[in-house]
């Protein structure tokens, strides 16, 4: 039975390293490809200039600085931004309670970048997520599959030039090989679009 | 006519290892066995597959996304507001407890997390802990009865409903309950349902008493559980395991401890965790962590306030209806709410709130406006689900469903 004071770390303050101490050290060692942290709500971002170099600081957050926890991993389309995909890392420490989050920019040209899985074990379900949704290729991972959709489907969902309805795939007899019919919902809406027809549109980007 | 064929003749070497290869194959020494979508202990749609040698696992496959509906795709094109329903159909067994961690994110980023009125997050605390002790009366009653002792799932299905009972007078609705909103609550607590609550608790201590007694000693479960699929502290951590699935592997770890939200830091309650890691301890945890929701409970029925529940700001909640109709702003706050949603500023915020499940986190990327640019749903489930193909092998075929039951996953919220 561990003794009152261990039970109750989580208050005690000398342990409560602050996440911008942490994001300095992190700086510090990748000088050169890490911007400045920017602070937003309370939440720390780092931006990593390099893309390929993400694994390695990945591993030195890790192994140096505490962050043994990946809380999530996730990716952004930037659709006609360059450059297209942003990939986000939020990292977490048990020992030091300190949240930070690492975004590293990749082309749609590129469209890859090094695997984590290798830090973070975790990050091998994430990464096929990020696969399967968005088709950026993670390189290194030992099983790159699609997870969420079937294997074979020729599609990346989450993509923003990909319809909401849907799109017709060349399956035969497979389940949505047709776009969903959307006029009872989901109930779609622009904020800000001119009339009602405009904000409430039935089906986005209708293919054809 | 003479036909010539020209004839290859094999490597007589390499021949006979390609027939003790084949025979090899004929005979199965190992084998493949497909266990869901549709499996009783799979609880909803998951499929594993589990390569075999003999009763003894020694590769497993997890198959995921049957119940893929694509909720952050649907999240990017509607206002915060209208996302809510769909937050009800993650973890179904705890919508409350979606709802307002969904809402808390939002909050966070509208910079509105600490305007919330006290009556409003008593409330929302409330329904955390009514989501828990709901989605863990039925984690431990079908972890029992997966493993032979289908008892205690009746008992404990019985308190369920006692629990629906109560949502449905709180919301409206059993089971899809959308409460909150961006910035309150769909309305106030209905008359006299405090009393009903207290009642509640004093009856469902009673039973998670007798489910207590009923399992906790008991040879065959016991037998069945304890030292099966032991999930060290470093393997928890490593896999993103969160909830009482970590905590039963000897980390000390509570969102509502270590960052607090709503009321937690002022409300008294123990974080129960495990020491080996096995099946037996992840069921210790939940069963403890159903006594110290009941104790928040009490706690916040004891100290609950009157008041407002909602936000007072017309820029964020529907305003009065009354004064709707009479007032020319609130008329325009109005309409402006239910055409555009909230203006959020441009910005990022992660939330992660202590679920049942584990850490329910929301990543929203606002590009500013009503509609998040970019929703990403942390689903404790699908992180805690990954780690099976690393406990599974070496344990027997029998195992699964034990390990399954006590890892109390839902597929809702592992698909998205």
Redesign the interface.
Known sequence: M?SQPE?E???SPEIRMTAKQLAKKLKQQFREIVFEPVE??G?L?LEVSDALRIAEVCQFAKAELGF?????L?T??NHEDAPRWTA?Y?IYG?DH?C?L?LKTSVSEEASGLPTVSSV???A??HER?AYD?MGIRFDGHPDLR?????EGYPYF??RKD?P?AGKSSEMPNMAFSDPAPLDGG???????GGDSTA?EPRM?NPEG | MTVTQKLEVKDSVACTAQAVDDLQDVQGEKMTLNMGPSHPATHGVLRLVLELDGEIITKADPE??YL?R?D???AE???YN?FIPYTDRLDYLAPLANNVAYALAVE??L?IHDKLPERCQYIRVICCELARISAHLLGLGAFAMDVGALTVFLHTFTEREKIYNLIEALTGARFTTTYTRIGGLSRDLPEGWTDELAKFTREVSTAIGEADKLLTRNKIFVDRTKDVGVISRGDA????LTGPNLRGSN???DLR???PYLVYDQLEFDVPYGEVGDCYDRYLVRMEEMRQSVRLLDQCLAKLPGGPINVEDGKIILPDKQKVLSSMEELIHQFMLV???QDAPA????F?AENPKG?L?F?I?SKG???P??L?I?APS??NL?ILS?TLPGHMISDVVAILGSLDFVMGEC??
């Open positions: 561990p039970r770390r989580w208050s937003f709500r939440e971002t043994d926890y990946l809380v999530d996730t952004i389309d986000v939020h048990y309670f949240h989050r973070w074990r975790t091998n379900w997520e949704m699609r997870i969420l959709m079937w969902p989450l990909f909401l989901p109930f779609v809406t622009v904020a800000g904000r986005r | 995921i996304g893929h694509g952050e795709k649907i094109n509607m206002t209208q966070k980023l910079d951590i490593d896999f993103g980390v000390e770890y401890k270590a960052h055409t555009q949603g910005g990022e915020v992660y992660g850490e986190g990543y990327f406006g009503g509609v640019y970019r990403k942390r699908f992180a990954s690393n698909d998205r």
